[in-house]
């Protein structure tokens, strides 16, 4: 699958706060949160959907720079500013990706300002917590422990490159975009991945995708049923055998199920 | 230079199995399977004498700190171990080292607490500050790693305004909003007791201390010669911020064993310092840990020499060999253990001395003999160092007659 052609550009902001963004394809805008992970260009997700779409990536605050997350203090805040974003990039009623730790953002702005989005695709996305089948603790996980959380097959090139990466001695250098992601998701997430978006689901009444990894060791697939019964209009596709990057380690049945409901199809 | 006697008060029959059966002696070790109450109330009491022996011996300060959810440290409240040595000791300064201070809500309560200790004391007190390490503030107390020493810096402004300022005031922070703030009592210390800062090596924890003329005390517990590249970075952290090497402005811990000859102590320390190494150190690096407790900056300069610290802790065959080479405990006879102090003191310029005489299991007869031996044949060849420089991080509003709590009667 084609890697995805993404320029980034520099959004100001009126507050003074500028917002990096990639951009890439052509048509209706959809846009893509990423997850914990940061922005992966290489995602297969980018490549499909630019390929019928103007894909809109901006990288969370805090991923490139953590002073960008002084001013931003908690959930709220920072579903105000993607408003803000999308208020700069003239986004009014689009189509929203999102993953992990991106689909916690995608529903928290959907909740907060929900004629920015028109439809939503959140795939595995924290923000609720169960007793029953709590969310992994990613923060407290050993490196050697990611891969385990991430993939549902460790044997996947994905999965043997991060191990790969995780072996000798550490590239201090080359952990710092990692810290700094593992950071903004600590303020957001931490200790327990709930900040209240139970109580503001209710108000998501866009058609929104539920989709997750059946082997999901990070969030488990469970979940889809929690986000169902608290938003209105839903579907849900459970990809088996993927883990907690669906897009990475089952494309071919995750893409057709996003790209499907995008363009308003039916998904079972 | 001075000498401070510091308790862990460690869990001291945790089992021989310990790293096979659990991941970690902090925040997940099981405290119902582990933590015998009972056992608890000797263990205990048997600390405090040891605390209230050292008052006896003539240190200068005896040391509590504060921890949670662990076998390593069972105090996770100092204050109220302060409080009991409060009315049991006449002449050491009690040294609380101290409280982790995003951890209280309001912060305000530290400076009730403190102002308590001291008032109690005659003015005795030395108000420690500690962030706290990973596994209690942000793992066992939750507190978001992201933010939790911009948290840390307004509590400790807050509680010093409190201390300092003459009128009631209003603070308005970002952690902590309060309306009045007029807290009772006041210390007997005026403006405050001295502010210690225990810390682990970060960069900007020792020009914050130099910046504000608090006693900056590295806590390594791995011994002064690990402690060089630290101890060096703070000195010229004291350099940048222009103020003078006195090295009353530095503390640091170091355990020692006392013994008659160097064989003897082998025979005596060896298996309290392995109990301690192998047992009360064995912290899962996954709780040593969190993104955004370390800044980027520090991250960058002491990662690696933290990774190793913390892999070190975890190797499961420490000998007391390597533990006597690599210095992490001072043992052997008065001599060896003073000519190793003065060079402790000569490479760091350290006149705060922090000692653990006891760690791990070490039975109290043992405890007491080897706070005797370094009382009497220790203290005596190192007390005059640094004598020229004046010690302006000790109280000195104490009281000069104590009040004489009421003797023990009914029922003993």
């Avoid at chain 1, 909740?111 to 029953?132: E, F, K, M, Q, T």
């Avoid at chain 2, 939790?148 to 010093?160: N, Q």
């Avoid at chain 2, 690990?226 to 970075?233: E, G, L, Y």
């Avoid at chain 2, 064989?263 to 309290?272: C, D, F, G, P, T």
Wanted: hydrophobic content about 40%; proline content about 7%.
């Amino acid at each position: 699958m084609a890697t995805a052609t993404f320029t980034d550009e520099i959004v100001s902001l009126p507050n003074g706060r500028s917002q990096v963004v990639f951009r890439g394809g052509a048509g209706d805008p959809v846009v893509y949160l990423h997850g914990g992970g940061g922005l992966v260009l290489e995602d297969p997700l980018l490549g499909a959907l630019e390929r019928t779409n103007e894909v809109i990536a901006p990288v969370a605050p805090g991923f490139i720079d953590l002073a960008d997350l002084e001013e931003i203090q908690d959930v709220h805040e920072l579903a105000m500013h993607y408003d803000d974003l999308f208020e700069a990039l003239g986004l009014e009623g689009v189509p929203v990706v999102g993953h992990s730790f991106g689909g916690m953002t995608g529903a928290e702005l959907a909740a907060h300002y929900p004629r920015r989005i028109s439809r939503l695709v959140l795939i595995a996305p924290v923000g609720l917590w169960n007793d029953s089948y709590p969310v992994a603790d990613l923060f407290a996980a050993l490196p050697t422990e990611l891969p385990g959380l991430l993939f549902a097959d460790t044997s996947h090139p994905a999965a043997q490159a991060m191990i790969a990466g995780g072996e000798g001695e550490p590239d201090i250098e080359a952990l710092m975009p990692l810290m700094r992601g593992l950071t903004t998701l600590a303020k957001f997430m931490w200790p327990i991945p709930d900040r209240g978006l139970s109580r503001r689901l209710w108000r998501i009444r866009v058609p929104t995708l539920l989709l997750w990894g059946g082997d999901d060791a990070l969030v488990p697939a469970r979940y889809a049923e929690d986000w169902g019964a608290a938003i209105a209009e839903t579907s849900t596709v459970i990809v088996e055998g993927a883990g907690h990057i669906p897009t990475v380690e089952s494309p071919e049945q995750t893409l057709a199920a996003i790209t499907g409901f995008l363009s308003g199809v039916a998904v079972s | 230079m001075k000498f401070h006697w510091f308790h862990l008060m460690p869990w001291p029959y945790l089992p021989d199995d310990m790293r096979e059966r659990y991941d970690s002696v902090y925040v997940t070790l099981p405290a119902k399977e582990i933590y015998d109450p009972v056992r608890g109330h000797d263990v205990y009491n048997e600390y405090l004498d040891e605390l209230e022996y050292a008052d006896q011996m003539g240190f200068d300060g005896i040391c509590v700190n504060e921890h949670h959810q662990n076998g390593y440290g069972t105090m996770p409240s100092p204050n109220i171990m302060a409080a009991t040595l409060a009315r049991r000791t006449r002449t050491a300064k009690l040294v609380v080292m101290g409280n982790s201070v995003a951890l209280y809500n309001p912060p305000i309560r530290v400076a009730e607490e403190m102002a308590m200790l001291d008032v109690i004391s005659g003015g005795r007190l030395i108000a420690g500050f500690p962030v706290g390490t990973p596994m209690d503030t942000v793992y066992c107390y939750g507190q978001n790693p992201a933010t939790l020493r911009e948290k840390y810096y307004e509590g400790v402004d807050l509680i010093l305004k409190a201390w300092r300022s003459d009128e009631m005031f209003s603070f308005n922070g970002k952690y902590t909003q309060l309306r009045y703030v007029n807290p009772w009592p006041r210390p007997i210390q005026q403006p405050h007791p001295p502010v210690w800062i225990p810390g682990g090596g970060s960069v900007e924890t020792g020009e914050w201390c130099a910046r504000n003329d608090f006693l900056y005390a590295y806590l390594s517990f791995f011994g002064y010669q690990m402690a060089r590249k630290t101890m060096d970075m703070y000195w010229e952290a004291v350099d940048r911020v222009g103020v003078d090497h006195n090295p009353y402005r530095a503390g640091f811990v170091q355990f020692v064993g006392v013994a008659d000859s160097d064989a003897e102590a082998e025979k005596l320390y060896s298996e309290a310092g392995l109990y301690f190494h192998n047992r009360c150190f064995y912290i899962s690096p996954r709780y040593f840990q969190a993104p955004g407790y370390l800044s980027i900056e520090t991250m960058l300069k002491g990662m690696k020499s933290q990774m190793k610290a913390a892999a070190e802790m975890q190797a499961p065959d420490l000998t007391w060999k390597q533990i006597i080479e690599r210095g992490y405990i001072i043992a052997g006879s008065p001599d060896t253990v003073a000519d190793q102090l003065t060079e402790l003191a000569d490479t760091l310029n350290v006149g705060h001395l922090m000692v653990m005489l006891h760690y791990g299991n070490m039975p109290k007869e043992t405890v007491l003999h080897n706070t005797e031996l370094f009382a009497t044949k220790v203290m005596p060849k190192l007390r005059d160092k640094f004598s020229d420089w004046e010690d302006r991080w000790w109280p000195t509003d104490t009281l000069s007659e104590l009040a004489t709590p009421a003797p023990l009667t009914v029922g003993v």
